[in-house]
């Protein structure tokens, strides 16, 4: 039987490992934290490197999250001792010790984490997620919802277990998407809807006075 510390030291190192960064380097030659909206998770890497990159991305960040928290359920720690192996999952994924304690915004590993802890809370929560990036077009915003609604389910499915764990990791993600926030509320948040190759509205009107003068 491993013990509660030896998985939560697991978690933290295989949480730190930042798969963004290897997955855009080795794709594309390109390092995500210098590139694009410099950050290592799933979106970035997607825009950088294309879709197919991205989810491979997504798919490694949620395993990081889903397999110590798994092992940690097999071995038959208490749901605090759970709680604090899923935290040190998503803390290595935000404050790598791989890149000088930097790091990703901790939805990606945070969905890993509850995916063997509350499938059904979690299931509710992604889709409200969604469907926010659906109508907004933001990825940010579907983010923040996520995590704020994932307390509610758990509460209404009667998974109260989790929900310290829940909570903590919601002000989490908050504090790492303050940035997203400032710029949602401006209004100048990049959405994933709108293409990185659309044109500046000066730019048609420029290219269209240029073709008037020709006509002319």
């Known amino acids: ?7 939560v030291l697991f978690a933290y190192v295989l949480g730190s490992v930042p798969w963004g960064v290897v997955i855009a380097k080795k794709a594309c030659g ?12 799933a979106t970035n890497i997607s ?10 991305t997504l798919f490694c960040d949620v395993f990081k999250g889903t397999l110590p928290v ?29 890149l000088h304690f930097r790091g990703g915004k901790a939805v990606a590993t945070t969905i890993g984490v509850f995916l ?9 929560a992604a889709v409200l997620c969604l469907l926010l990036i659906w109508l907004s077009g933001f990825v940010s915003l579907g983010s923040l919802t996520l995590v704020s609604s ?6 209404f499915s009667g998974q109260t ?16 998407h303050r940035e997203n926030i400032l710029r949602l509320h401006a209004g100048t948040e990049k959405s994933w809807l709108k293409s990185r190759h659309q044109e500046n509205p000066s730019d048609r009107s420029a290219t269209s006075e240029s073709d008037q003068e020709v006509k002319k």
């Open 1 to 7: 039987m491993l013990t509660a510390f030896v998985l």
């Open 30 to 41: 390109i390092d995500p934290r210098t590139a694009g909206s410099h950050s290592i998770g």
């Open 47 to 56: 825009r950088l490197c294309g879709f197919g990159w991205g989810v491979a």
């Open 70 to 98: 798994f092992l940690a359920l097999q071995n038959r720690l208490d749901p605090f001792e759970v709680s604090l192996v899923g935290l040190a999952a998503v803390l290595g994924h935000v404050f790598s010790c791989f």
């Open 116 to 124: 063997p802890l509350a499938f059904l809370p979690l299931l509710g």
């Open 150 to 155: 994932l307390p509610l389910f758990l509460l």
């Open 161 to 176: 277990s989790w929900l310290g764990l829940s909570l903590v990791l919601c002000l989490l993600v908050f504090f790492k």
